[in-house]
Nanobody, 123 residues
Framework: QVQLVESGGGLVQPGASLRLSCAAS????????MGWFRQAPGKKREFVAA???????YVADSVKGRFTASRDNAKNTMTLQMDSLKLEDTAVYYC?????????????????WGQGTQVTVSS
């Protein structure tokens, strides 16, 4: 079993930055993909970023250039640096992990999920 715990959410103004962290425990995440998803009220869960064990990282087009994902395999952690936040970035952000074959963008391919952390961007 893998437990994932997110932290770092909060309320910020447009243009501000936030840094989310995800700490994994329970087992090594060797060969696991770690990902970030978000879900706004009334909307489907949306892919944000993912990182493979090899270090390959993918970021959604909607946040490219503003969000940066990074992973520390030794510490079993993943971070999401979010800059130039916009109103539409408001959502609950979830950390996920799984042995993902194929696209990293499909939430159904992830086996483990954190409880989520709220990010609210408001003026």
């Amino acid at each position: 079993q893998v437990q994932l715990v997110e932290s770092g959410g909060g309320l910020v103004q447009p243009g501000a930055s936030l840094r989310l962290s995800c700490a994994a425990s329970g087992r090594s995440l060797s060969n696991f993909v770690m990902g970030w998803f978000r879900q706004a009220p009334g909307k489907k869960r949306e892919f944000v970023a993912a990182s493979r064990w090899s270090g390959l990282t993918y970021v959604a087009d909607s946040v490219k250039g503003r969000f940066t994902a990074s992973r520390d395999n030794a510490k079993n952690t993943m971070t999401l640096q979010m800059d130039s936040l916009k109103l539409e970035d408001t959502a609950v952000y979830y950390c996920a992990a799984g042995v993902v074959i194929g696209t990293e963008m499909d939430p159904q391919k992830y086996n483990y999920w954190g409880q989520g952390t709220q990010v609210t961007v408001s003026s």
